[in-house]
C-alpha cells in the first residue's frame, strides 16, 4: 500500500534545561505533582530509566536500531536509555520491563501488522504497562509517530490498514489544534499560555509531522474502545486539509502518543522541514518532562547495579548516520543512530516482507531511489 521510499529524518527530541521565555515557569516538581493526571504515584526514584524498543533495520550494520533523538530527549529531561530489543525473549523482555520506569515506541517504519514480532513484544510491555498501572505500579508509555499508531492498534486489537487513513504529512512543519481538553490533560496542561497558542499558529509551524497515515477523529467513535480510552488533546490538517488526531493520552493509563515528533526539533537536523526555533524546542522539553517526570513515579529498578549498568544504551557506540550514510534511505534516517546485534547473530523473526523490492544489498551504503511497497504504516 504505500508507494513511496522515505527518506527521513525523524528526529530527536528534547531538552530541558530551558525555562520558558514568557509566561510561567514551565515545570517545576510542584506544578508537576499538582498537575500529574491519571497518576497519584509519588516520586519513587529520581533517576528515571527508560527503556526504547527497538525496531527492525535491514540495510544498516545491526539487526536492530533506536535513533539517538529519542536517547537524547529523555536524558535531556533527566532519564537515561534502555535499549529493548523486540525480539529479547519473554524472559528478557520482563525483565527489562521490571527494571525501567517507562517505555518509548518510537517512530520509524516498521509494520504494525498485528501478527508483527515487533508488535507482538510491544503487546507484551503494554499488556504488563496496563496491569502495573492497575496495581498502583505507576508506568508511563509514549509512543511517537509510529509508536502512536502503535498504540492505538494495541488498544482496538484492529489492524492499521483499517485504523489509519492515507494522509499528505510527510516533512509537514504543522500545527496543533488544541482540543478543550487540553488545558486539563497532563501532556499540555503545564504549557504556558504563551506556548500553546504558539503550537496552533500557523505562522509558526513548529511541530513536525512525518508520516503517510493519520487516525481521523471519527475513529475514535466506529471502534468505540479508543473513544472510551484516549482523549484527543491535539488535532492536525495535513497539506490538502485531511483532519487526523495529533495528540491523544489514555484517560486511564499514563500512555502518551503523539502522531507528530516533539524529539525532533533540538536533535535531528537531516530533514529540512524541522522546526529549530526555540519555540519548538521548548514544545519538546515540555513534553520530555512530562513523560520522564512520570516515569520518577514508577518504582521499578534493575536488580542490581551491575545489571543497570550493563543495560544501558551507553553501552552501545552511536554512528553518526546522517554523515556516513550508513542506513537504509526507507528507514527514519535520523541524524545519529545506535544498532544492535550482528544480524547473523540474532533471532531471525524479524518483519514481513522485510526486503525493499529492487534493493540490492549494501554494507552500510545508502538505499536510494527504490519503492518499498511493503512499508505501510510507519513514521
Ligand atoms: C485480537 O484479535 C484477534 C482476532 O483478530 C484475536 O485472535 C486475539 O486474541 C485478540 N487479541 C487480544 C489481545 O484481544
Ligand atoms: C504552515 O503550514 C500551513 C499548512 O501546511 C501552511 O498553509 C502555512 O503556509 C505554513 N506557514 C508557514 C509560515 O510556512
Redesign the pocket.
Known sequence: MVNKVVPLALLALLCICAAPATGRQLLDADTLEAEAHGVDGKYKNDKPLIGILTQACHFCPGRSYVAAGFVKWIEAAGGRAVPIRFYASDNELHRLFKSVNGIIFPGGLTDIWLDNPYVIAARKLWTWAREANDAGDVFPIWGTCLGFQLLHVLEANVSFTELLIRTDSVG???TLDLTEAAPSSALFGGISPHLARKVAD??L?ITMENHYFGLPPEHYRRWGVLGEAFTVVSTTRD?VGVEYISTAEHRRYPFFATQWHPEKPPYEFGMKAIPHSLDAVLVSQHLANVFVDTARRSGHEPESHEEELVMLIYNTKPYFTLKDSVMDRSYDGPDMTYFFDSKDDAPDNGLRGAEPRGSTSFAGRVYRGQEAPHLTAWA
Do not use: E, F, T, V
Request: proline share 14%; net charge positive.
Open positions: 509537514h512543519a504543522s500557523p505562522a509551524n497539506r
